[in-house]
């Protein structure tokens, strides 16, 4: 990316509203002395072309970095007091992948405090080293220690890639860091795929879910990415554990904050979708109170969830935690049952997935039914009733 530079030694007056009148974003201003640029600038290079040589456009030199200082795929370790987030195992699981194609090692980072069993459960997922930065200061998330703690190691071990994930404390952590190391972030990652030359191609749906996007970062490192919950499956552990543990040296430099944590409090529990076994997912063709009430009716003979698509939970019918997709939560159960839905790419890169999927949906073209195990062309209104009907029949007879 290249940037506009004005020569202001040639501007006069008249030339200045000359040229404000050549931009259609309103981007040029003129203060009397200088002209200058705006980030309304759409770099669509007008003045360039029709200023007579009073702007000129100038290319970014190239930047080129020594990739073989950079070695290994680091996962950030999701913790709140101790309890590891369950992505994270996840993500270890892609990192083994990952690394075998480029013979780096698997790293995990750690920061919080006494974290001691965590840590020895990491050791059985195939990680080669841990690095631990372990302090009181760090027990509570605050986003200018855990910054610098996280920067340190990436300046003291240089690992090529790493991935975090797209939990709350995740999607603030990744992009302060990718920004202060001056490198790219891709967030909500669906696919990732390593290049021989460490180049880690980060794929995720772009416009709308119209296209998947491949996105690398050739000229910056380390690479970052996030990835949601549910999206890469959990690894087994293994029988025995193997890897080093590396302590990090913690300095009251790294944990000097503005923030002052006065107390926590857990929110109460409610119902995670992300975690079902079984789902019943209801869309626009399924949204009247009665079908609602039906799928409820459906979820609880099969000890499941309701879950719902992006109409839904913007018409406030449901909360957004219930809503499934891109801008929902990935869901991986093992059947779920998605009534008068029509399959957008949104929705199913939500619970592509799950073991076992059944559609039922009066439209037989609708995309759902390209990524069902089982279909059923029809009236939910009507099929649902007789699916009820059937489950409370076969109940009686055990």
């Known amino acids: 990316m290249g940037e506009l530079l004005v020569k202001n030694q040639l501007i006069t007056p008249k030339k200045a509203d000359e040229l404000i009148k050549l931009c259609p974003f309103g981007a040029i201003s003129y203060n009397g002395s200088e002209v200058s640029i705006s980030s309304a600038c759409k770099m669509c290079k007008l ?5 007579g040589g009073l702007v000129e456009y100038v290319e970014d030199q190239e930047k080129h970095v020594d990739k073989d200082l950079w070695k290994g795929i680091c996962v950030y370790v999701d913790q709140r007091e101790g309890n590891i987030h369950k992505v994270t195992y996840e ?48 027990a509570d998330f605050r986003i200018e220690p ?27 952590l990744a992009p302060r860091v990718a920004a202060r ?33 491949q996105i690398i970062s050739p000229n910056t490192r380390p690479q970052f990415c996030t990835v949601r919950y549910k999206v890469f499956a959990e690894p087994k552990p293994s029988d025995t554990p193997s890897g080093e543990i590396v302590k ?37 063709g399924a949204m009247s109170e009665a079908m609602r009430n039906a799928a409820a009716e459906l979820a609880g003979l099969l000890g499941g969830v309701v879950a719902c698509t992006r109409p839904l939970a913007e018409a406030n019918i449901f909360d957004a935690k219930h809503q499934i997709g891109l801008s929902g939560r990935t869901v991986k159960p093992k059947f779920i049952i998605c009534l008068g839905i029509s399959g957008a790419v949104q929705f199913t890169a939500g619970m592509k997935s799950s073991d076992c999927i059944v559609a039922i949906n009066s439209d037989k073209n609708a995309q759902i039914f390209d990524v069902a195990h ?9 099929i649902v009733p007789m699916l009820i009907e059937k489950i409370k029949g076969a109940d009686k007879n055990v």
């Open 248 to 284: 990090m040296e913690v300095t009251s430099k790294m944990c000097a904050s503005a923030i002052e944590v006065l107390s926590t409090q857990n929110k109460p529990s409610d119902i995670d979708i992300s975690e079902a076994d079984i789902v019943v997912a209801i869309g626009r």
């Open 91 to 138: 993500l270890l699981g892609k990192a083994k992948e990952l690394a075998k194609v480029i013979n780096h090692p698997v790293y995990a980072l750690v920061i919080g405090s006494n974290m001691n069993e965590g840590i020895n459960k990491l050791l059985y997922y195939g990680v080669d080293k841990v690095f631990v930065y372990d302090d009181p200061a760090l």
């Open 374 to 382: 089982y279909g059923i062309v029809g009236d939910v209104n009507e």
């Open 146 to 172: 855990y910054t610098a703690a996280f920067c340190d190691f990436i300046e003291k071990i240089k690992p090529s890639s790493i991935m975090l994930g797209a939990t709350n404390l995740g999607r603030q």
């Open 181 to 213: 190391m001056k490198s790219g972030l891709t967030a909500d990652c669906t696919v990732l795929e390593m290049k021989d030359n460490t180049d880690l191609v980060q794929i995720r749906p772009a416009f709308g879910g119209n296209i998947m996007a």
């Open 47 to 51: 003045c360039v072309k029709k200023s």
